[in-house]
Each structure stands twice: as structure tokens, then as C-alpha cells.
């Protein structure tokens, strides 16, 4: 059974930095997809981050530069390092599995909706304060 736990949220300050970690165990995919999500209140889920298994990744317009995703395979954790964050930051993060990814068009890539990710974690609140 494949459980995916968050951890790191918190309440900072406008430029201050968080990271969100995600524990993964009963994942036993040699190819995979995994992403960061982020959900405020009365908004939609949307995608922040993803990294594939051979360690690929694709960003939101929105944390580009600021953000970065990484995995330690030897953990079975993935990280998302978030710097200079910013009061439009501050939402319910997720972690989230797709086993059936990365997919392929002309270059191999992973999905940024929520639709395509089988497996998720409770989520970790962050919030950024001006």
C-alpha cells in the first residue's frame, strides 16, 4: 500500500525559505512521476512541481526560480525548497504519485494536474505573511 506523508509546512515571513519534505513508502514503481500541489482556500488544486524517476523536472510559471524539487532516492523522500515566498504562496501543499508517468510527445514529461496522480499525502499547510 503506497502511503506518501508531507512534513516542513509552516507561517513565515514574506522572502523567508520552507522545505516541504514528502516520505514515500509501498512505491515500488521503477518509472514514475511525482509532483508538489497547492490548494488556497476557495481555489484550485494546481501543480507546482514534478520530477520524473530520472530525475527530470518542469515548474508553474509562478514558483520558477524560486522553487526547486528534488528526491533522494536512498529516502524515498522528495523535497520541494521554497525561497523568497510570497503571500500568494500560502495554500495547503500535496505531494502526489503518478506510476503510470513520465509520458512522451516528441520529450518525456509529467502531468501538472491533479487528474493524473493516483496517490496523495494529507498535505502541509504553509503560509507567508507580508
Known amino acids: 500500500q503506497v502511503h506518501l506523508v508531507e512534513s516542513g509546512g509552516g507561517s513565515v515571513q514574506a522572502g523567508e525559505s520552507l522545505r516541504l519534505s514528502c516520505a514515500v513508502s509501498?512505491?515500488?514503481?521503477?518509472?514514475?512521476?511525482m509532483g508538489w500541489f497547492r490548494q488556497a482556500p476557495g481555489k484550485e488544486r494546481e501543480g507546482v512541481a514534478s520530477?520524473?524517476?530520472?530525475?527530470?523536472?518542469g515548474y508553474a510559471d509562478s514558483v520558477k526560480g524560486r522553487f526547486t524539487i528534488s528526491q533522494d532516492n536512498a529516502k524515498n523522500t522528495m523535497y520541494l525548497q521554497m525561497n523568497a515566498l510570497k503571500p500568494e504562496d500560502t495554500a495547503m501543499y500535496y505531494c502526489?504519485?503518478?506510476?503510470?508517468?513520465?509520458?512522451?510527445?516528441?520529450?518525456?514529461?509529467?502531468?501538472?494536474?491533479?487528474?493524473?496522480?493516483?496517490?496523495w499525502g494529507q498535505g502541509t499547510q504553509v503560509t507567508v505573511s507580508s
Open positions: 502526489a504519485a503518478d506510476p503510470e508517468g513520465p509520458y512522451y510527445s516528441g520529450d518525456y514529461y509529467c502531468l501538472h494536474t491533479p487528474l493524473g496522480y493516483n496517490y
Open positions: 509501498g512505491y515500488t514503481y521503477s518509472s514514475y512521476c
Open positions: 520530477i520524473d524517476s530520472d530525475g527530470s523536472t
